[in-house]
């Protein structure tokens, strides 16, 4: 029995991945639990968020640039603020949420389930006189992690509302996580969400997209290489969630060095503390906390 499994609620343990559920992330790189999210801590999550674009924090980062950190200055597009959970408790406290971490553990089939990092990811209502585009283009978030050790990262999507398709919801390609040649898959910036798969389509990969289209307190998880990105919103209404990046208990820092020769570094590794030799520490309590522990997975 995991020895924290008394945190969840018997209705929470009630609704964590079966063993073929399990088997179907590991297949398809991607599982959308059932509501699991109490709707106080979305509530709370959205009063915090709020407070957090009109400026106010609870804690601060030693820098202002290096990661995505939209301010108001620019504009009303795509917002995307990382390390929010750092600066902001409610987002804190949504990051935190036990079933969170018991989820991914069993996905991911890990004991223990830390942080690695967030993303507060807001697009605008769609207005008829504004040609805003907020698709955010195709990645897989591990590309990005280069200096992680592990494969087995994955990420919890919670939007803050229900999420149609035309909300503009986060849209996986199914079984992609077995993709091979995916170092360079950095595309979130690029809104021409054909350009990439037609090039996928192309090296013979079968392109399936499954959107994420969640009611509110339902949370979408995927695998580190799944590719994803999200439509854009072509509703009247804002769309906002909040993606938590998750490192599983084997997760450690490792050199990297690109094809070109040059060496690779991350933001993470500039917020956490060092070990004896040197090198980061990706299990420093105070950037990277914990949210799940168990005794077996
Ligand atoms: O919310 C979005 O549109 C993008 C989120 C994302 O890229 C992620 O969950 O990894």
């Known amino acids: 029995m995991n020895i924290l499994e008394p945190v969840l609620t018997q209705e929470q343990q009630a609704l ?30 959205i009063a915090g968020s709020q407070a957090f674009y009109r400026g106010e924090r609870d804690g601060t980062l030693p ?11 620019d504009g ?9 959970s750092l600066q902001k408790k409610e987002l804190k406290q949504l990051a935190l949420q036990p079933v969170i971490g018991a989820i991914a553990a ?3 089939r890990t004991k223990e389930i830390r942080v690695l990092d967030d993303q507060l990811v807001y ?27 592990s494969d087995n990262l994955l990420t919890a999507w919670i939007p803050f509302h229900d999420c149609d398709q035309a909300r503009g919801p986060l849209v996986v390609l199914d079984k992609s996580h077995r993709w091979s040649g995916l170092q360079n898959m ?8 054909s350009q990439v798969t037609d090039k996928l389509q192309k090296e013979g ?7 994420m289209t969640l009611k509110k307190g339902q949370v979408s998880f995927h695998h580190c290489w799944t590719i994803h990105g999200s439509y854009p919103n072509r509703s009247q209404l804002h769309r906002q969630a909040f993606a938590v990046h998750l490192q599983d208990q084997e997760n450690h820092y ?41 005794a077996s997975p």
Request: proline share 9%; with cysteine.
């Open 16 to 45: 964590l991945p079966t063993e073929e559920d399990v088997c179907f992330y590991e297949e398809h790189g991607w599982y959308i639990s059932p509501p699991v999210i109490p709707e106080s801590a979305i509530e709370n999550a």
């Open 186 to 193: 950095r595309h979130f910036n690029n809104s021409n969400l």
């Open 123 to 149: 697009k605008p209502a769609s207005k008829t006189n504004q040609k805003v585009n907020t698709t955010v283009g195709w990645h897989s978030d591990r590309a990005y992690w280069a200096t992680c050790s």
């Open 76 to 84: 009303d597009t795509v917002r995307n603020n990382e390390f929010v």
């Open 63 to 73: 820098f202002d640039t290096g990661y995505s950190n939209w301010k108001p200055e």
């Open 106 to 108: 069993r996905l991911a």
């Open 205 to 211: 990969k079968k392109v399936v997209k499954i959107p």
């Open 254 to 294: 490792r050199p990297y060095v690109n094809a070109q020769g040059r060496e690779i570094h991350i933001f993470d590794e500039q917020l956490c503390r060092r070990l004896p030799n040197g090198n980061p520490d990706f299990s420093d309590p105070n950037v990277f906390p914990v949210i799940w522990s168990a």
